[in-house]
T-cell receptor, first 115, second 108 residues
Framework: DTEVTQTPKHLVMGMTNKKSLKCEQH?????MYWYKQKAKKPPELMFV???????INESVPSRFSPECPNSSLLNLHLHALQPEDSALYLC??????????????FGPGTRLLVL | AQRVTQPEKLLSVFKGAPVELKCNYS??????LFWYVQYSRQRLQLLLR??SRESIKGFTADLNKGETSFHLKKPFAQEEDSAMYYC??????????FGGGTRLMVKP
């Protein structure tokens, strides 16, 4: 399996809801990432997990809570979001290929709409 | 601080014309540079990485450390090349910094 998968594809939630985004990879990668992408903008890094431990949090508001249950799974728990949080949320994983270096591979994303 | 600049938001060419998407970077360390492509309604895909010096779908990119550039080139554009292209810079901590992106439109 050489893909990063994400569920759900689309999500609509109210500002008082609690929901979770899920990401899975079976490439044996030890680093996983969450990005936020607004329309016509590049992805912006939110969190980095390395060997199942949170290594980077790019000053993301606490209403976003990441979780890495094991080396293949990455979750993003959402609570009390704002309409401006509506975006495409991308998951990525990376591994080091001999002679080539570290490369990130992206999932298809979850398109989130906060009402 | 690391930064990636793609000066053109939109590049429009006719089918069969040469294409060059510009990318400039600033980074104090040894850069790892990538081109990612995002076709309409599809995931962000790796197109090229400088370290492997490969050609994918007819595209090539050469790292020029003197000019701090990593421009993406293709001699003859095809309609199916129409997409959003992002240049990205990776650092030692595996963090990617993306440029603002260039939308390539190839007209028939």
């Amino acid at each position: 399996d050489t893909e990063v998968t994400q569920t759900p594809k689309h999500l609509v939630m109210g500002m008082t809801n609690k929901k979770s985004l899920k990401c899975e990879q079976h490439m044996g990668h030890r680093a996983m990432y969450w990005y936020k992408q607004k329309a016509k903008k590049p992805p912006e890094l939110m969190f980095v997990y390395s060997y199942e431990k949170l290594s980077i949090n790019e000053s993301v508001p606490s209403r976003f809570s990441p979780e890495c249950p094991n080396s293949s799974l990455l979750n993003l728990h959402l609570h009390a979001l704002q309409p401006e949080d509506s975006a495409l949320y991308l998951c990525a994983s990376s591994g080091r290929v001999r002679g080539v270096g570290e490369t990130q591979y992206f999932g298809p994303g979850t398109r989130l709409l906060v009402l | 601080a690391q930064r990636v600049t793609q000066p053109e938001k939109l590049l429009s060419v006719f089918k069969g014309a040469p294409v060059e998407l510009k990318c400039n970077y600033s980074y104090s360390g040894s850069p790892e540079l990538f081109w990612y492509v995002q076709y309409s309604r599809q995931r962000l895909q790796l197109l090229l990485r400088h370290i492997s010096r490969e050609s994918i779908k007819g595209f090539t990119a050469d790292l020029n450390k003197g000019e701090t550039s990593f421009h993406l080139k293709k001699p003859f554009a095809q309609e199916e090349d129409s997409a959003m292209y992002y240049c990205a810079l990776g650092n030692a901590g595996n963090m990617l910094t993306f440029g603002g992106g260039t939308r390539l439109m190839v007209k028939p």
